[in-house]
T-cell receptor, first 112, second 109 residues
Framework: EAQVTQNPRYLITVTGKKLTVTCSQN?????MSWYRQDPGLGLRQIYY???????DKGDVPEGYKVSRKEKRNFPLILESPSPNQTSLYFC???????????FGPGTRLTVT | SQQGEEDPQALSIQEGENATMNCSYK?????LQWYRQNSGRGLVHLIL?????REKHSGRLRVTLDTSKKSSSLLITASRAADTASYFC?????????FGTGTSLTVIP
């Protein structure tokens, strides 16, 4: 089954404790992306990757890091999380020219 | 920010009625897509319209695009209770995606 998986689905952590949210897709897609969703603001792109070892900033990259060492994986790293990073995070992937995105189920992060 | 906006923010209709939601965006686009999201779940792609297209249909969905006005509309005909969800437009400009703020649709059985 074609899918994007994210882990963990729920995470409560404290300010400053480094964390990683994993994302994996099994569709051999070149393009992968991370979004955060906040009430009233819709989805905002954090980082995206056009291919292995190629990453670029989206609209809201501050406080986040990503890496793309393998085509299927695109982890999101918060080196020193802060309460304003409490949000619902989505990973997505797309392949081909149409750019239809496939989304993961989301990770709800709470930073206290 | 190049984020788009949907209008209305919320819409409540009776089952069987049509639902129309609008999207405005700010920059030139490659294409515009509509997505559906059920209550905090992942988004599901509904339909894509390219910048050189004016109208597209898929089942009960009809999408229009007016690039001169930088706007799009999504029409859901003969709505069902299962259509209750949030709907987002997303524009693709270069290598980035910009989502609107969403329309929350409630279809009352």
């Amino acid at each position: 089954e074609a899918q994007v998986t994210q882990n963990p689905r729920y995470l409560i952590t404290v300010t400053g404790k480094k964390l990683t949210v994993t994302c994996s897709q099994n569709m051999n897609h070149e393009y992968m992306s991370w979004y955060r969703q906040d009430p009233g603001l819709g989805l905002r792109q954090i980082y995206y990757s056009m291919n292995v070892e190629v990453t670029d900033k989206g609209d809201v990259p501050e406080g986040y890091k990503v890496s793309r060492k393998e085509k299927r994986n695109f982890p999101l790293i918060l080196e020193s999380p802060s309460p304003n990073q409490t949000s619902l995070y989505f990973c997505a992937s797309t392949g081909g020219g149409a750019r239809e995105q496939y989304f993961g189920p989301g990770t709800r992060l709470t930073v206290t | 920010s190049q984020q788009g906006e949907e209008d209305p923010q919320a819409l409540s209709i009776q089952e069987g009625e049509n639902a129309t939601m609008n999207c405005s965006y700010k920059t030139s686009i490659n294409n515009l897509q509509w997505y559906r999201q059920n209550s905090g779940r992942g988004l599901v792609h509904l339909i894509l319209i390219r910048s050189n297209e004016r109208e597209k249909h898929s089942g009960r969905l009809r999408v229009t695009l007016d690039t001169s006005k930088k706007s799009s509309s999504l029409l859901i005909t003969a709505s069902r209770a299962a259509d209750t969800a949030s709907y987002f437009c997303a524009t693709n400009t270069g290598n980035q995606f910009y989502f609107g703020t969403g329309t929350s649709l409630t279809v009352i059985p």
